[in-house]
């Protein structure tokens, strides 16, 4: 038991150390954004990304009013950038973005599962999804309406 | 006392799981873990951080779920619920039913099985295991867990080695799902003063006073092959001191147990069903009748939420 303990905190402990390169950062290299295929891979994945959105009966009212080229051209250069492509993000930050809208957990979630749905018809590999979705998952903290401001008329 | 605690808290997962069939619940799949064998939502054999049933922030969701596990010389099901709310709070039940099967002829009780019922709670601290990505912060939750053993032929003997037929365990996990490596890990610390996961009582007294906590940690890895499907493996120490008392009871190490261990793949084909099969090794249990076997075995488990 003694034994196993030791090997477990060592584990631990070197685990931590390499911390920073467990927690998701920005790509060094371009391997994602080749695995996503690059611009136009994007651009692709992004139009079907936008048909299930407006089909899920739960995304749907959400981007329905919005301007649906801007977005997807915006998450396009999004995605370009965040895995490391030859993009550089222009558009408004997520928190303003999203400010006037009240989105909840359950939705961001629902988004989630349609963009994986567009990543596995455009055969993106699980792992290389989960790599991209482990850059975007931290946006929820901007893009999810707090309870608090949640509950003001 | 245990249908008394647990029929009403079944009825109201179950009444909440027939409402909930058309309510939109928005967790995502597999986060809200499978149950445990003491109902707790997490692997197999040990609770994570995770809040059981579908229900995310702002949400009430619920589960049920059956459990059988045959190993070489017991059988245990199980059945249970479980509440989550606002992804927080938890709140579950857990009826097992041990059977002695050999144990209990060897003992004279023949026909014996142990029941115990087990209610917790769970409090998620801090955290989110699945959207904190780009941190290394866990999930953390803490929780409590209220075991009751049926009275039983073995009533006896369980008083004669000083062991009480109630207990509370009291445990923090921290569950992290490195996402961008599809792999979780949870670590859990119990405090307890069980034998055998409380199928054997609670603390022991004889041949020296073993009725205070001890600490037990409990480790998880699950690897996500897919949307759906995950493989992993656990290890959950075990308190060992029953031994003790059966060695002054002149049973030499008879009573000893081992740390408890599986192998699992768990399977969602749906957002409201899981399946877990797993391998286990519970290590010896009653080794005095039971010639030192090793309890490895088979695990079986399916899990209905929203």
């Known amino acids: 038991m003694n034994k196993i303990l030791i090997c477990l905190a060592l584990a631990a402990g070197s685990l931590l150390s390499s911390g920073a390169s467990f927690a998701q950062s920005a790509p060094q290299n371009d391997q994602l954004y080749k695995a996503f295929g690059e611009k136009p891979g994007l651009v692709a994945l992004m139009d079907d990304f936008m048909v299930r959105l407006l ?72 792992r290389k999804q989960n790599e991209m979705l482990a850059l975007l998952a931290p946006m929820n903290r901007d893009i999810i309406t707090p309870t608090e401001s949640a509950a003001k008329p | 006392m245990r249908n008394i605690l647990s029929s009403p808290l079944i009825a109201g997962a179950l009444a909440l799981l027939c409402a909930g069939a058309q309510a ?63 992804d927080r709070y ?48 866990p999930q953390v939750a803490v929780g409590l867990q209220y075991k009751t053993l049926g009275s039983t032929g073995l009533d006896g003997t369980l008083a004669a080695l000083g062991a009480k037929r109630s207990g509370v365990d009291a445990y923090v996990s921290a569950t992290k799902l490195f996402l961008g490596q599809s792999l979780l890990v949870n670590a859990t610390l119990r405090a307890t003063k069980a034998n055998q996961n409380g199928l054997l009582g609670y603390g022991a007294t004889l041949g020296g006073n073993e009725n205070r906590y001890s600490l037990q940690p409990e480790f998880s890895v699950a690897w996500l092959l897919s949307k759906n499907v995950a493989v992993g ?35 969602a084909p749906s957002k409201n069903l899981s399946l877990t099969l797993a391998y286990v090794d519970l290590g010896v249990i009653v080794p005095a009748t039971t010639a030192s076997r090793k309890q490895t075995g088979y695990y079986l488990s399916a899990q209905l939420a929203f």
């Open chain 1, 55 to 126: 089909a899920d009966p739960r995304t749907g009212p959400h981007f329905r009013p919005s301007n649906q080229q801007r977005v997807k051209e915006q998450l396009v250069e999004q995605l370009c950038a965040l895995s490391g492509g030859p993009c550089v993000y222009k558009g408004a930050d997520m928190k303003s973005a999203h400010a006037n809208l009240d989105i909840k957990k359950s939705d961001f979630h629902a988004l989630v599962e349609v963009l994986q749905q567009s990543m596995d018809a455009k055969g993106i590999p699980f």
């Open chain 2, 24 to 86: 939109d619940t928005g967790k995502l799949l597999l986060t809200g873990g499978v149950s445990s064998i003491e109902g707790a939502a997490g692997g197999g054999l040990t609770p994570w951080a995770v809040i059981g049933s579908n229900a995310t922030a702002g949400e009430t969701g619920g589960s049920a779920y059956l459990s059988h596990a045959g190993t070489t010389d017991y059988g245990l099901n199980v059945y249970g619920a479980a509440v989550g709310i606002q």
């Open chain 2, 90 to 137: 938890e709140l579950s039940i857990a009826q097992q039913d041990f059977n002695t099967r050999g144990t209990g002829v060897a003992l004279g009780l023949p026909g014996l099985h142990l029941k115990q019922t087990i209610v917790g709670a769970k409090l998620r601290v801090l955290g989110d295991a699945v959207l904190d990505s780009d941190t290394l912060m």
């Open chain 2, 233 to 267: 493996a656990e290890y959950r120490s075990m308190r060992n001191k029953l031994e003790g008392a059966g060695r002054a009871a002149g049973l030499g190490d008879g009573l000893r147990s081992e740390d408890w261990k599986d192998i699992f793949i768990a399977w």
